[in-house]
């Protein structure tokens, strides 16, 4: 089992910046990739961003590439997601995502572990 937790979200200003934390434990959380999900009211679940477990790979979503950055730091158990530019269309609850590195860190493809979500509002 992997445990996750996230951190960081809040209240921005459109063309403002936030960082995300989620914090992973349990057992060998380095050998899992990660990602970020985000779903908005009304809307699916969204793929945003996820990172190989050595932090070596990366996949973005369209609406996200150029803006955010995903990075790990598997010392501290921990992945980030850095949002530059921030647009009101990327309110939405964020979350952290986790799966066996076999599985791959495309956008396709299911997550076995969640968190439980942080919330991001981006105001205009």
């Known amino acids: 089992q992997v445990q996750l937790v996230e951190s960081g979200g809040g209240l921005v200003q459109a063309g403002g910046s936030l960082r995300l934390s989620c914090a992973a434990s349990?057992?060998?959380?380095?050998?899992?990739?990660m990602g970020w999900l985000r779903q908005a009211p009304g809307k699916e679940r969204e793929f945003v961003a996820a990172?190989?477990?050595?932090?070596?790979?990366?996949t973005y979503g369209n609406s996200v590439k150029g803006r955010f950055t995903i990075s790990r730091d598997n010392a501290k158990n921990t992945m980030y997601l850095q949002m530059n530019s921030l647009k009101p269309e990327d309110t939405a609850v964020y979350y952290c995502?986790?799966?066996?590195?076999?599985?791959?860190?495309?956008?396709?493809?299911?997550?076995?572990?969640w968190g439980q979500g942080t919330q991001v509002t981006v105001s205009s």
């Open positions: 990172i190989s477990w050595s932090g070596g790979g990366t």
């Open positions: 995502a986790a799966r066996l590195n076999l599985y791959g860190y495309g956008p396709r493809g299911t997550w076995a572990y």
């Open positions: 349990g057992r060998t959380s380095s050998s899992y990739n």
